[in-house]
């Protein structure tokens, strides 16, 4: 946290120097302290803190029938062999195989053909595709749950026009995809601003190069603009795997008209929430936690790493 | 030179932290202040009423009952010693786990806290309830059904005081049986016959539904063939007995199953917005409900304007012998976090505990009352409603519900079963498990979950 305070001290020929030197130093790192002091304050209090304590939870054993006890990492070893944990590893593993393509998909093309268009119209559109990140993830599920309602939504009547029956968004087999539509619809348009953001920050100069050189807008899309924004995108995708991972608010609220199709343990977040909350195991919901926390640290790890190149890290 | 500037870092970062602090409690304090200024309470609490009587002892309550505030105001004014501060913490689950939350903390319970009976044992294995045979609970016993007694207590500890119960009939559109000309059924077998003869007439809905989320619901219908999935008494925390694969579950159980592959009963989720729509919209021929139900199907939207709802006892197994079953219901219990157990105890005991406060829980709340008073009298028992056209619904049906319900034992972890009962119903419905092997899944995951969580477990 300090280190950008700390100017690094060089060897002075003269003492008098690097007495006034290390002055100076120590003047700035109590300024730095300063301005570092609410941040860190709050940081400590509100992550640090709780999470030290759950960590501290994670090693301890309390059951209904028996009291607490010390138990090192037996949850762990527990956790990693519990079915139900990783059966909703497994799920979400599946949300990210599909969401996250599908999300960076829609993005990206939005944010390309946005980025060539200099019309009023590509304003207008490019706020309308951000606006369903500005509805809370909560207010937009519930939403979502009353037009997949067999009752209320449009589906039975759009589907009526053509003389078909309605699909059920919320049975087992279709809820999956229900929930991709869902989070799509919620974060696509952040990610389109990402990535347009970053594809405003490229020298127009680069394009007109290539267009005198014969390239297509097609090649100048895949073959400048990609590559020249990879570090964005390696980035949107890293925020996108991690909120996969952690998918709960969405099924969360869509269980409540879907319990048979959405069990409480659908993913692992959803299964610390119910342990804790619902079931009182307030430790083992903290092992739950921790152990999905490692997972997502592995996998976003590995996926920075193996995109080192495109990302700049290297 | 060093130690001064260090100290002199130190005092900065509190003094930031206090600044932030103050802050904070400018913008979000004004709301306590009304009613903080007495010794008395001694802590600080925010109402949803209002305290007139401020040197008055103060009682928190987390209650949900609608019409409370009037209530709450009518004990307030009545007493001089003890106040009621009472806070709406949701309904059900969203309070329990709030509740469960205080409990893990520590900290933050109200005193008096509304409970379902079937949650009891839950907490009370967890010590956040307080014994109230301590603070004279055994004196208000008579005053309520043995039944409703034993839903509330545990061998000799008692852990709430009863409010309202929900004992089971059937709610039914006399028009729809009119309309199509099938008589309204008194036994199960004779439900099943009327579920097809109105199917067979052209009935476009469904006799009722079947919701796989019902939990207390379908607890309920099983009990009423004799199941009876636990054994457990709080003076013995650690041991269970579970047998929720009994011949009653089964045997309730394989006759639901039926229904649903004849189609003529509704499999949807229970409690949703569909769900609430189809029950006043025609869709379903009865509504098999508790003696809160009413006040529940009245306050639905987009109901059949030329309805005409009857109430009916539930059908039976054996005419000759019926057996009645309850479906939800609440208490006041007192938690352990309270330093004042005696006045909330008898907040627990009184609040409920006059005429003229059931009288509000009961028009306004569309409440059932356990306490016999009321229970008994004949302004209750004559009460005619007018959303079933004026038909004495307590005399016709559920007075004799209630005096017939003789008690069910709950699990110390009813939430998990649950929850488990509602994966493997819809593992039937979806998937076409047959109902045996349903509970007995069902069975098997309990017994596991409750060795893992340390009980003793008989089989």
Known sequence: MT??????????????????????????????????????????????????????????????????????LENYVKAFSDEIFLRGLLRVAGFAAVMVPVQILVALVAALVLDTLTTRLSKFSRLMIFVPYAVPAVIGALMWGFLYSPRFGPAADLFGLVGLDAPNFLAPGTVFGS??????????????????????????????????????GRQIALRIKVPMISSSMVMVVVFSLIGTLQFFT???????????????????????????FSYSQFNYASTIAFALGVVVFIGSYLFLYLTRKQSGLK | MRTTRRTRGRVAVPALLAMSLLAACGSGGDGGSAGSTDAAGGEEASCTNTITKTDAQQVTVW?????????????????????????????GNDEYTKFSTAIEAGSGAPDVIMLESEVISS???????????????????????????KDVSSGDAVYGIPVDGGPMGMLYRQDIFDQYGVAVPTTWDEFATAAQALKDAGFEGYITDFPTNGR????????????????????EPTEVGITANDEGAKKVLEYWDGLIEDGVVGTEDAFTTDYNTHLVDGTYATYLAAAWGPGYLSGLADADSDAVWRAAPLPQWDASSPVQVNWGGSTFAVTSQSEIPEAAATVA????????????????????????PILESDYFRDLEYPFFGGQQINKDVFLDAAAGYEGFTFSPFQNYAYDQQTTVLFDMVENGTSAGDALD????????YGKEQGFTVSE
């Not at chain 2, 207390?216 to 003076?235: H, I, K, M, V």
Request: charged share 20%; with cysteine; glycine share 6%.
């Open chain 1, 3 to 72: 280190t950008t305070t700390a100017a690094p001290v060089r060897p002075a020929p003269v003492r008098a120097t690097r007495r006034r030197r290390t002055e100076i130093d120590s003047r700035r790192q109590r300024w730095g302290w300063l301005f570092v002091g609410p941040f860190a304050i709050v940081f400590a209090t509100f992550l640090i803190a709780p999470l030290g304590y759950a960590f501290w939870m994670s090693l301890r054993l309390k059951t209904l029938a028996t009291g607490e006890r010390f138990v090192g």
């Open chain 1, 179 to 216: 929930l991709v539509n869902i989070v799509t619809w919620q974060w696509a348009g952040y990610y389109m601003i990402v990535i347009y953001a970053a594809l405003r920050s490229v020298d127009p100069s680069i394009y007109e190069a290539a267009r005198i050189d014969g390239a297509t």
């Open chain 1, 250 to 276: 969405e099924p969360q609220v869509l269980r409540s008209i879907a319990q048979g199709a959405i069990p409480v343990d659908y993913t692992p977040n959803m299964y610390a929430y119910s342990l804790a």
């Open chain 2, 63 to 91: 209650a949900w009952y609608p019409a409370f505030a009037d209530v709450v105001d009518l004990f307030n004014e009545t007493h001089d010693d003890v106040q009621v501060c009472w806070t709406n913490a949701g309904q």
């Open chain 2, 123 to 149: 907490f009370a294995i967890r010590d956040a309830l307080v014994d109230l045979s301590q603070y004279g609970a055994d004196e208000v016993e008579d005053d309520y059904t043995a039944g409703a007694w």
């Open chain 2, 216 to 235: 207390a619901f379908n607890q309920a219908l099983f009990a009423q063939a004799g199941s009876a999935p636990w054994t457990y008494d709080n003076a």
């Open chain 2, 349 to 372: 005991k009184e609040i409920f505990g006059t005429e003229e406060a059931w009288k509000i829980g009961i028009e306004k709340g569309a409440l059932f009352p356990l306490w016999k």
């Open chain 2, 441 to 448: 899944t069902l069975q098997e995951t309990l017994v596991t």
